[in-house]
């Protein structure tokens, strides 16, 4: 096997979009240089000039001297192709979530780079394996999934193909800590830590509006808990658009009665606090969420086209439902191996999602609990909601023996 380079000195980032940017300016802080590649020449221009105000900004600010700020850009180069990047140490990916893209940019890399280059992913969802098998690199292929905006999330999941070597992962955990960022290592699956728990917990949130709840109650629960924002506040944030488009894409889901609110808002023109109008309405010039009465009517338009009968639904229910979807995803996650302590779940959803510091994060939040009360808790939302409710097993196993998530 190839020799890899633990220590990186010389990366690349493919893609000049929110999410390159802010990769670049990661690795420019943390002492790499950067080139920087995107088919589109002036987008990579608007993309420099982005960077370079940004640095401006801190050092207006008093976060960093001039002289810093000047050494940051001058490691940021542009490369007009991959071949002139053949002799970096590491490539990280970072253009839209589209499959057949990603495997022919990686085809490509693995045909110019030199053997011991690391090839990386920033995918928030798709199969690191399935991009891996495209190169004869396997074991130097991982994911990593920065979060947005990148330069200012401390969290990165390292996600770990069938065939990555130790070595490129113990490299890939040195340069996150260069980074400053807290990074945890993740096991291949569709949406990998954070995402995953995400779904089963905005599924739940989308599922209220259908059954009787507005957006403005699910966040004000959620924000009450302690959470930095409720989910339909955090879709108007990242844009609501942003899977309408990943749904049209891969044609599947559009149909699912959860996505209709959405769904009519994006036809609407709706996309979040980007648009002026989301699930919130936005003053121009503002970031401030205001409850807008024509949300509310969509969505009881919507629930009583598809035939829901709406009820009264409290803020106990909304953190009932949503944090226990939270914990028993975690559990399944933990018993499938994709993380490796309850611990590391934890500082994910510390660090990417806002949950309440004070609370620990959910699965510490559910040994506080007991797991024995969550599991009799579970079982009467499966009784009452349906199987996708059923409790994990890891969680009548800990709760039998008197044990928390923390023991595992």
């Known amino acids: ?23 670049v300016m990661c690795l420019a802080n943390a002492g790499v ?14 993309a420099l000039t982005s960077v370079a105000d940004t640095y401006a900004h801190s050092v207006r600010q008093g976060r960093i001297d001039q002289a810093e700020a000047d050494d940051r850009i001058a490691r940021v180069t542009t490369a007009p192709d991959y071949a002139a990047i053949r002799d970096v140490d590491l490539v990280i990916e970072a253009v839209y979530e589209n499959l057949e893209l990603k495997q022919k940019i990686f085809r490509e890399l693995d045909a110019l780079l030199k053997p011991e280059a690391i090839l990386a992913s920033n995918t928030s969802a798709l199969d690191i394996d399935t991009i891996a098998a495209v190169t004869r690199r396997p074991q130097q292929v991982l994911g990593l999934h920065f979060f947005s905006p990148a330069h200012i ?25 260069r980074m400053g960022k807290v990074s945890i290592v993740a096991g291949n699956c569709p949406g990998f830590i954070g995402n995953r728990m995400l779904r ?54 559009q149909d699912a009665p959860q996505f209709q609110v959405d769904n009519r808002l994006c036809e609407a023109g709706r996309f979040g606090q980007k648009s002026g109008n989301g699930y919130y309405h936005y003053e121009p010039g503002s970031r401030q969420a205001e409850h807008d009465p024509q949300v509310d009517a969509l969505v009881l338009q919507v629930s009583e086209d598809l035939g829901f009968h709406r009820r009264e ?20 996650i933990l018993e499938e191996g994709i993380a490796g302590s309850a611990h ?6 510390l660090n990417g999602y806002g949950f309440p510091a004070d609370k620990g994060g959910p699965m510490a939040w559910a040994d506080q609990q007991g797991l024995a009360d969550v599991h009799q808790r579970l079982v009467a939302l499966e009784t009452r909601q349906g199987d996708h409710w059923r409790p994990a097993r890891l969680i009548g196993e ?10 595992k």
């Open 1 to 23: 096997m190839s020799q890899t380079p633990s220590n990186i000195q010389r990366a690349a980032v493919i893609g000049a979009g929110t999410m390159g940017r802010g990769i």
């Open 33 to 46: 240089a950067v080139q920087w590649v995107d088919n589109n020449p002036q987008m990579l221009e608007q």
């Open 153 to 177: 999330m401390k969290l990165l999941e390292i996600v770990r193909g069938a065939q990555t070597a130790p070595a490129v992962l113990e490299a890939a955990l040195a340069l996150g800590k």
């Open 200 to 253: 089963t917990y905005t599924h739940e949130a989308r599922k209220m509006l259908l059954e009787g709840a507005f957006p403005h109650q699910v966040d004000a629960a959620l924000q009450g808990f302690g959470f930095a924002m409720g989910p339909f506040r955090m879709y108007d944030v990242v844009g609501v658009d942003l899977e309408w488009r990943a749904r049209q894409l891969s044609g599947t889901g």
């Open 313 to 332: 639904i409290g803020p106990e229910e909304v953190l009932e439902r949503c944090l226990l979807a939270l914990v028993n995803e975690g559990a399944k």
């Open 344 to 349: 590391d779940i934890d500082l994910v959803y």
């Open 398 to 407: 800990l709760a039998a023996g008197g044990k928390g998530f923390a023991d």
